[in-house]
């Protein structure tokens, strides 16, 4: 029997394309969906922050628009970066026309220095901050690269390695950065010029449309313990499961503590991996489109949030008429913890600063989710210590998948992606 520990994307993605194989989900909480739930509160429905679609993999756009047949509407991307008091628009390398000349000309000549420079730091030794000024330049580090990621990732940024930056953050020609410092626009940039979502019901319909293909799940069951040399599983409610392969979605280092028979090499190499977390506050508020924009970064210090998005402006049905609704990002450290009403004050605070709010704006509905696990840190111990960790795992029958199972920076196709490799692996074993 496969047991499979998990029903966020990539723990249904395995069952489903498991078929008829012997397979069981077991989910800690009382739904599938993982970081990929919807819920309401008081006439609006949130997920836990924005979750947008984008493809890179035609496979698996097109599994999740078969699931999700005439349900789904594209958008055309709005998203801004609300710097010195000024929108421009997202990717910021290409998109400085408008801030004050003095930043656009810093902008420039740093990303022109870059061009000509002889500077070049091996990669594997290469940080990220290494990597901003090497490819981008002193003037896009100043104004928004160090800014925006010191306050996302909560530490310096030359901790941070930079082998997972190049598909989040391409390194764009000349032409296109000159061309952005004077408002030309002759085509889109980014991983995500445009996105699908849900037209009703948030991202939750996603993990949903999975269930029908999944033969054997349970919730409300926490694994607690792994014996993995008699492959053995045990839940908080007492129950023991016995399995030939165990497929784990949950984050590695909350995995490697539950496997009682590890390597204390591995167990040290485990709790030694970083993570920031997330405080995603949502918020109705009772005025229509206070913003036009799909979402904002926010780089400079004075905002608390890193990023803030209007769910409504991609589906109307997300909230009441006359109302518009909001996510709002702040990330912190694992071991902080900082009060509901005093994130909420703060967020209050930052978005009138920003011109979004008005002073007499009424916030209706304010509910905040906490997500611990929310990005890895690609540190140089995650370099060191994960391949280690995974190879041990797998040599004792244990696959270890999905964003935090791989302890990487990766999106919801991603994880559908990793469990339909996985599966066909093991269909074929
Ligand atoms: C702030 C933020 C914004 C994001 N925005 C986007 C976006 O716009 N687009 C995009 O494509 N991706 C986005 N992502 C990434 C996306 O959420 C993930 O890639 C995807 O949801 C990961 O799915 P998963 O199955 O790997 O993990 P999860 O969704 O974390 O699933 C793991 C499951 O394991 C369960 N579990 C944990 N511990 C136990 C236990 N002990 N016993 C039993 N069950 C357990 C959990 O409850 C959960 O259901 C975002 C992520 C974050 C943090």
Known sequence: MILIIGAGLAGLSTAYHLGDRASRVVEKELEAGGLCRSYQMDGFTFDMTGHLLHFRQAEIKALVERLLAGRLEKHSRRSFIYSHRTYTEYPFQVNTYGLPPEVVRECLLGFIATLTSSAVTPPADRSFKAWILENLGEGMARHFMVPFNEKLWQVPLDELTSDWVSWLVPKPELKDVINGALGIKDKAFGYNPSFLYPAQGGIAALPQSFLPGVRDISYGRELVEVDTQRRRATFQDGRVEDYETLVSTIPVPELVRRCTDLPQ??????EGLRCVSVYNVNLGV???????????YFPEPEYP??????PMNFSPALGRPGCSSLYVEISHQPTETT?????IRRIRAGMEKAGIFRSDDEIVVADVKDIRYAYVLFDRHRARALPAILEELKRRGIHSIGRYGRWEHTSMEDAIAQGKTLAETLRAS
């Open 286 to 296: 009772a005025r229509e489109r206070v913003s036009d924009h799909h979402w904002i």
């Open 339 to 343: 009060p509901s009403p005093e994130l």
């Open 305 to 310: 949030f890193y990023r803030a998005g209007f």
């Open 265 to 270: 090499a591995i167990r040290d190499a485990a």
